[in-house]
Structures are given as C-alpha cells and as structure tokens.
C-alpha cells in the first residue's frame, strides 16, 4: 500500500522519528508501513566494520561514513537505514535537521547494504531501484548469497531510475572504488554463507 497523501505521510515519518526501536534493531519505511529489520549475524557486522574502516582511512575529512543513518527517497516515500552510508559531514551538522531526521538519498556518495538469507532479494531489486531513483550516485552491493557465489557490486552512473554501469567482483578480489573513495577494498577475509 502506497501513502496516498502529504498528510499521511508526515503521520508515517513522525512515527517513525518517535520509534522506540529494540537495541540493533533498524525501522525502515516501504510501501506505507513501517518495516523493522533485526540485527545483522556475525559475518554481515565483520563485512560492515571492513568496509568502514577502508572508508575512514581514504575518505578526506570532511567525508563521513554512517552505519546507522537514515535516508529519505523522497520520490518513492520510502526510508532505508543502509548498512553504511558516505556522506558530506556538513549535511548533519546543520541545524534546520532535527537529530532523528534522516537525510535525503540524492544528498548521499554512497551506500553499501549487504545482504543477509532473509533480505537478499530485497537488497539486489527493491533497494538497487531506489537508490537508482534518489539518485544515489554509488550503490555497493555485497551480497553474500549470490547464487553464483559471494560478490560485491558496485553501481553507478544513476540514469532515469537505472544504474548504467556496474562492476561486479567475487569475494577474493579487490575492488576499487572511486573519488572521493579512492579506496581498494580488499574483499578476501569477507565471510560466505553459513
């Protein structure tokens, strides 16, 4: 069910500010309900804190990297809590936002999501749309469960809705991501399946 006005809307997102979420937890918003997401295993937290410190190490100081902020796709009226965002730190220094407010998708470098048994098709189709419609201008994407085996995918170039490049990479092999990352993410202690 799709919010079918401004009014409702502001109801959702009010709600979803005034949250209560258990410890761990992430409220999300999709299709007019709020959705809550349960804490991450092992493996995906061991991937989140690799990815964030390569990040931290290149990203130059006014850059940022989040693992628990939300982000508004304002056209879709959806919000996502990525598994890692890289943002301009001035955006969450400004005071007009309040502390619970979630940041605009179009407003954000990247964001990485990694995929869990439960939400895995969720993150390759859902989230890719979304972030293409932000537009986010990089969407990594390691999915742990691929069926052709563990990759790590990054989009770009968002056009019209769609990403037109993506380079996907096995878990083994780096990955390099661009300015203003200027990183080689090293993928070979990243954990499979289980």
């Known amino acids: 069910m799709a919010v079918e006005s401004e009014r409702e809307w502001t109801y959702l997102l009010d709600t979803w500010r005034e949250l209560d979420v258990p410890e761990g937890w992430r409220a999300e918003i999709e299709e007019g309900q709020i959705v809550l997401v349960p804490p991450p295993g092992k493996g995906h937290n061991l991937i989140a804190g690799e990815v964030h410190d390569a990040l931290v190490r290149c990203l130059p100081p006014e850059i940022g990297a989040y693992q628990t902020l939300g982000v508004e796709i304002v056209q879709s009226e959806r919000i996502y809590v ?106 070979d202690g990243f954990p499979g399946p289980r």
């Not at 993506?166 to 090293?186: D, I, M, Q």
């Open 82 to 187: 990525p598994d890692l965002v890289v943002v301009d730190k001035e955006l969450l220094k400004q005071p007009d936002r309040g502390d619970a407010d979630p940041v605009d998708a179009s407003e954000i470098l990247l964001a990485v999501e990694i995929t869990s048994a439960g939400n895995a098709r969720h993150d390759r189709t859902r989230k890719l749309w979304a972030y293409a419609h932000a537009p986010v201008p990089h969407y990594l994407l390691i999915d742990r469960f691929d069926e052709h085996g563990p990759t790590v995918t990054l989009f770009s170039e968002p056009v019209n809705g769609a990403y037109r490049r993506s380079l996907r990479t096995p878990f083994g092999k780096p990955v390099s991501l661009p300015e203003p990352f200027g990183a080689e993410l090293v993928t």
